[in-house]
Nanobody, 120 residues
Framework: QVQLVESGGALVQPGGSLRLSCAAS????????MAWHRQTPGKQRELVATITNGDITNYADSVKGRFTISRDNAKNTVYLQMNSLKFEDTAVYYC??????????????WGQGTQVTVSS
């Protein structure tokens, strides 16, 4: 089993920044690929960013150049640095993990989510 606990969500103005954190436990964190998803009411969950156990990262086009995913294996934590936030970034953000199959992460485990609201 894997437990994922997100934190860092908040209300922020457009153009502002936030850093989300996700503390993981239950498996060898350094071996796990990790990801952040987000969901807005009425929409499907969107894959925002992934990071492999070799620190290779990938981003949704909607966040490229603004968001950065990173990990600290010593702290079993993955981060999502979000800069230049836009209204459309408002969502519940989920930390996720699962097996890496081929060229993608198959999401198996989800955290409880943390709310990010971008509003003036």
């Amino acid at each position: 089993q894997v437990q994922l606990v997100e934190s860092g969500g908040a209300l922020v103005q457009p153009g502002g920044s936030l850093r989300l954190s996700c503390a993981a436990s239950g498996r060898a964190f350094s071996l796990q690929a990790m990801a952040w998803h987000r969901q807005t009411p009425g929409k499907q969950r969107e894959l925002v960013a992934t990071i492999t156990n070799g620190d290779i990262t990938n981003y949704a086009d909607s966040v490229k150049g603004r968001f950065t995913i990173s990990r600290d294996n010593a702290k079993n934590t993955v981060y999502l640095q979000m800069n230049s936030l836009k209204f459309e970034d408002t969502a519940v953000y989920y930390c996720t993990t699962g097996p890496w199959v081929g060229t993608r992460l198959v999401t198996v485990y989800w955290g409880q989510g943390t709310q990010v609201t971008v509003s003036s």
